[in-house]
């Protein structure tokens, strides 16, 4: 794992944050040759929780370290000790998330979000390649920059089919993480490890809000009954067929769902097949 002149901590003044999220900060500094680099760091002071958010951070540098460099996933710049604790230094990227992104433009043209899809299914499909999934895929969780969407957050990521070491802490009570929002139904009612399809899903969601500009799933005050879960894509089943896009739009993200009479996907090559296949009919029409 490489490291950056970040072990030189009095160098660091940790000013400017330019991110935060529940248990971590994201602060600006300066890399080798005073280039802009983002470091983030545990923020939780709580002696019950610091140990989670702290491995959190660990196994982000565990995992991006391992990753061979994609155009569309944030690239590890090193690991950070600072006096606060470990901390993982990444890209700085400018930019907006994908959430206020797509939500500010009220929904994106269908080629544009299209071709934006594309580059991120590419980044989850480069991970899935190397045996790891993101287990977080959110529109909070990725960069719209101008050079297309970046993926990043790589907190609960693990390899397919396994279980952090915090969520098995308590075997007989098992920690779900995660936005319930982007679950999966299987992930929240068994609460499963998470597999490829996982991340599938969760792509299908994120594809339908940048075409409408709405929220797909609605689980923000916490994980519902089972039975409130499949009304609720039974409602997203019709929403997805009265957005105004062409068919093989609203195929792909039923597809990635899990709402197609089509079936479901068994491979990233297929979804970025017929991703093509999607802009390649739109652009002959």
């Not at 929240?188 to 709405?214: Q, T």
């Amino acid at each position: 794992m490489s490291a950056i002149g970040i072990r030189r901590v009095r160098n660091f003044t940790f000013e400017h944050p330019v991110g935060e999220g529940g248990t971590a900060k994201v602060y600006l500094e300066k890399g080798r040759f005073g280039r802009p680099i983002a470091v983030k760091i545990s923020t939780i002071v709580d002696p019950r929780r610091r140990p989670r958010s702290r491995f959190y951070i660990e196994n982000e540098s565990r995992v991006l370290a391992g990753l061979s460099r994609h155009p569309n996933i944030i690239r590890f710049e090193g690991t950070a000790r600072t006096e606060m604790g470990p901390g993982v230094a990444l890209q700085y990227l400018e930019g907006e998330d994908l959430h206020d992104y797509i939500f500010r433009k009220r929904g994106l043209p269908y080629r544009s979000a299209l071709l934006l899809f594309k580059g991120l299914a590419s980044a989850v499909a480069h991970i899935h390649e190397q045996g790891i999934v993101h287990a977080d895929l959110k529109p909070g969780n990725i960069r719209a920059t101008k050079e297309g969407l970046i993926l990043l957050d790589f907190a609960f990521a693990r390899p397919k089919g396994k279980r952090l070491p915090v969520e098995v802490a308590d075997p007989e009570n098992p920690l779900l993480i995660g936005t319930p929002s982007y679950l999966s139904p299987r992930r929240i009612i068994y609460r499963c490890a998470p597999v490829n399809e996982d991340d599938w899903l969760a792509l299908g969601l994120i594809l339908y809000e940048m075409l409408s500009g709405k929220k797909a799933i609605d689980f923000d005050k916490g994980f519902p009954a089972a039975q409130d879960i499949y009304k609720t894509y039974q409602e997203l089943h019709r929403n997805i067929n009265l957005l105004p896009i062409p068919k093989p739009g609203k195929d792909l993200i039923k597809k990635l769902i899990g709402l197609s009479k089509l079936g479901t996907y068994l491979s990233d090559a297929e979804i970025l097949k017929d991703i093509d296949q999607a802009l390649g009919n739109l652009q002959v029409a």
